[in-house]
């Protein structure tokens, strides 16, 4: 089974939990930091998120909203131009301890790009209304925590050019890796994706290492069962 969703960490958990579990589980807890939109005619539309990760971090920075932890963090990256690994490392680490303490752990895969893929919880949900309550968790435990700071660094690692249309991200990162050829587009990949026979239609494994570091980078779920 293929599932391919658009989203940040929150819905790749759950994209997850739902290719193990067979289950057709609500995304009402996840937020999504852009979305996949290519334009009609199946050409890039180019469109970007903001015009730097500067822009960008200056967008969250205006939120009212954000916890002590989330300001300082992204105060850092305005220094730097970019979220630094160990402030990604923290973030992370807090919401792994906080769903600990609420009887959730995660297991995790470190990719190349240095983004965590994630591929379900211990003990793994057996029924909806479990999946329901770790993913409650899982938004609970984010919350001033990890959920802006993993998007915006899956986007800093994964579509440098800012790219608003996540196919159109992944598609870029897959040509760096030589993964596809010049003349993929990201309605291409959303169509192949979407296809039932994904071996024929993609001329890359999917589940390898460097194209779940692209389909992350991108804030795409790409999860093979």
Not at 131 to 157: F, P, R
Not at 161 to 170: G, I, T
Request: hydrophobic content about 35%; aromatic content about 6%.
């Amino acid at each position: 089974m293929m599932n391919t969703i658009t989203g940040n960490s929150c819905v790749k958990r759950l994209t997850a939990l739902a290719a193990s579990l067979g289950l057709l589980a609500a995304l009402t807890a996840c937020s999504m930091p852009w979305s996949a939109s290519g334009s009609e005619d199946g050409n890039p539309s180019g469109e970007r998120i903001a015009s730097s990760m500067n822009a960008l971090f200056d967008q969250y920075l205006a939120k009212k909203t954000l916890s002590p932890f989330e300001r300082e963090v992204l105060h850092r990256a305005k220094g730097t131009g970019k979220i630094s690994a160990e402030d990604y490392e923290t973030a992370h680490s807090k919401q792994m301890a906080c769903e600990k303490e609420h009887g959730f752990a995660e297991r995790t895969h470190k990719l190349p790009n240095g983004l965590y893929q994630y591929l379900g919880a211990e003990p793994m949900p057996s029924s909806q209304a479990e999946v329901d309550k770790y993913m409650q968790i899982s938004d609970q435990c984010s919350q001033g925590v990890s959920k802006i700071i993993e998007s915006l660094y899956a986007i800093q690692q994964g579509n440098p050019d800012l790219l608003a249309d996540s196919n159109e991200a992944a598609v870029a990162c897959l040509k760096k890796s030589g993964l596809v050829s010049k003349e993929w587009t990201g309605k291409r990949l959303a169509n192949a994706l979407q296809g039932d026979d994904i071996k024929r239609n993609l001329p890359f494994d999917t589940s390898s290492d460097a194209a779940q570091a692209c389909f992350a980078g991108a804030g795409l779920a790409v999860a093979i069962s």
